[in-house]
């Protein structure tokens, strides 16, 4: 008897004559590039070095797309852009030593973010391996040890005939829920030697699918329909799992109210009558979720800034569904499911029985109403109308990125996202830098929409070097600069702490200036004339920079009260 595994695909004659007789002048780089396309990779970034030109060689003999950054960090940041738009694995090529280690925030934040990044970097040669003092550029005793407490998986090569392999196995862990950055290391001589290997004309690979425990969501299922008083956080896992219209089925067919976090914003309809909207820095909401009978957490740790800051404190029963096995009940006592949000909502779906409960939008208009009447109370009209203004200019399909800035966390708790997979920033892992090379990212990855990104001036010049990037390859980014003089939100926290700030205060540029010194336009504008300036901006084609110089307020914690 055959089996269907036991069928082997032969070669066809013309495939064979190509492996017998592959072309000259390929080299160990030419299987990198070769395996990331038989992958379906179409684009690739970088920052090419020394150890590392094999790779960017190979690149001119391949049909991958190139985007060069100027710092590997902001490469980094446009490798999880791209990875978070297409869902697909970006490749993200780097050379040795100093030039792998600036990538390592990026990589924490893709991480942290569940970012699927392909990480492919040289290494010293073979001959300087092992963990000696042989005094080789960028040595390092060893590399890979840098990267393991920030990336999902290493994969080390150490021969050509290892590296589709290698490739391909990274891939499947990138892509395998909970998505994430991965390693790969090839040293420069393998990369550089030429191989007669036949060229690379396959690599499908199968993430393997991550189902919920049936008897699990059989629980969980008959608490959420018994409950009295449900309700559910939506997490980016919802956002990833592209499972934002189960979820609202789910919600609708429970009538429970439902809360994103800053990492799941538009994963349920802001303006539903069921939306708590994202309002997770704030006690009224707390409170709410606190109260619930049967809480659903879906896609969610209920880290830090999910549970204002570790204040909240659950009465009831709490399903947690958690693709990533270590945020599972790390934080609180759980039904804990670990599985796809996807996967898990439709088996709930299938399962769960009808409630209805004629007081729960009566209940979400109640603590928004709080929510609203908290904010209005601390005058912080300015912050109210810029955020409104940048809602208004953006079109509702179009991408953002944002920075860690005063503004973004505004934008964490009231932007409506308008869709799923639309508003993205550095929450996960809190570097900055991260709104404009990652807005460009997203740029490669769609050219239909334009694309913001918000920065403070302080975490723009982070990222001042990427105006070449965004001129070079003409990319639809505006990028708005809210210009303070500082760092703003660490101005406030020490001002709070301590009476007075320190080391908050900075000399920056003239942003318009140096933006057109590049080629790019730039406009600098008001409250008053934000929201037609930026939106004709977005709506020119190529790159942009819009400078409001403004001081904006955070508006009060409730965790410290």
Do not use: C
């Amino acid at each position: 008897m055959t089996h269907d595994h036991d069928l082997v695909l032969r070669p066809t004659a013309a495939q064979t004559e190509a492996a017998l007789n592959p072309p000259p002048g390929r080299n160990g780089g030419d299987l990198v590039v070769e395996s990331l396309a038989g992958l379906g990779a179409t684009t690739v970034f970088g920052l090419p070095g020394q150890h590392a030109l094999g790779m960017f060689d190979a690149l001119r003999r391949s049909d991958l797309r190139y985007i060069g950054l100027r710092v590997e960090n902001n490469a980094g940041f446009a490798a999880d852009a791209y990875g978070r738009v297409t869902g697909e694995a970006a490749p993200l090529l780097l050379s040795t030593g100093p030039g792998a280690l600036t990538s390592l925030a990026a990589l924490q934040e893709a991480r942290a973010a569940s970012a699927p990044v392909l990480a492919v970097s040289s290494q010293v040669p073979t001959a300087g391996l092992g963990g000696g003092r042989h005094g080789y550029l960028h040595e390092l005793p060893d590399q890979a040890a840098s990267f393991r407490g920030v990336v999902k998986s290493v994969h080390t090569v150490r021969t050509q005939s290892q590296i589709p392999s290698a490739i391909a196995e990274a891939w499947t862990s990138a892509l395998t829920v909970p998505h994430g950055p991965v390693w790969v290391e090839i040293p420069q001589d393998v990369l550089l030697a030429e191989t007669r290997i036949p060229v690379v004309t396959g690599g499908d690979t199968f993430p393997e699918e991550l189902p919920p425990r049936p008897e699990l969501t059989a629980v969980a299922a008959d608490l959420l329909t018994r409950a009295e008083r449900p309700a559910i956080v939506a997490g980016g896992g919802v956002v990833r799992a592209d499972a934002s219209k189960k979820l609202r089925q789910l919600a609708e067919r429970l009538q429970a109210p439902v809360v994103t976090t800053f990492g799941g914003k538009g994963a349920f309809p802001w303006t539903h009558p069921l939306s708590l909207q994202s309002w997770l820095e704030d006690r009224h909401t707390t409170d709410f979720l606190e109260d619930a009978d049967v809480l659903l957490v879906v896609g969610s740790g209920l880290g830090e800034l999910s549970s204002n800051y570790h204040t909240f404190k659950p009465r009831g029963r709490m399903i947690q569904i958690e693709a990533d096995l270590g945020k599972l009940e790390s934080n609180h006592p759980a039904l804990g499911i670990h599985a796809d949000a996807r996967l898990a909502l439709q088996a709930l779906l299938e399962t769960v029985g009808e409630r209805t409960d004629p007081s729960a939008p009566e209940r979400v208009r109640a603590v928004l109403d709080k929510v609203r009447d908290r904010i209005a109370a601390q005058e912080l009209t300015l912050e109210q109308d810029v955020l409104a203004a940048v809602r208004e200019a953006l079109p509702p399909g179009a991408p953002s990125f944002w920075d860690m800035t005063i503004l973004a966390y505004w934008a964490w708790s009231a932007f409506d996202a308008k869709a799923p997979n639309t508003m993205h920033s550095a929450q996960g892992a809190g570097g900055l830098g991260y709104g404009f090379p990652a807005a460009l990212g997203a740029a490669v990855a769609d050219p239909t929409h334009p694309v913001l990104a918000v920065s403070g001036d302080g975490g723009a010049l982070y990222s001042v070097a990427e105006l070449a990037t965004a001129r070079q390859y003409d990319l639809n980014v505006t990028w708005l600069i809210v210009d303070d003089g500082g760092y703003g939100i660490l101005r406030e926290y020490m001002t709070d702490a301590f009476g007075a700030p320190t080391a908050t205060e900075l000399t920056r540029p003239d942003y318009v200036a140096l933006a057109e010194s590049f080629g790019v336009p730039g406009v600098r504008t008001s409250p008053q004339t934000l929201a037609a300036d930026l939106a004709k901006a977005l709506a020119a084609p190529g790159p942009s920079v819009v400078v409001l110089p403004a001081v904006l307020r955070m508006f009060a914690p409730t965790h410290l009260e």
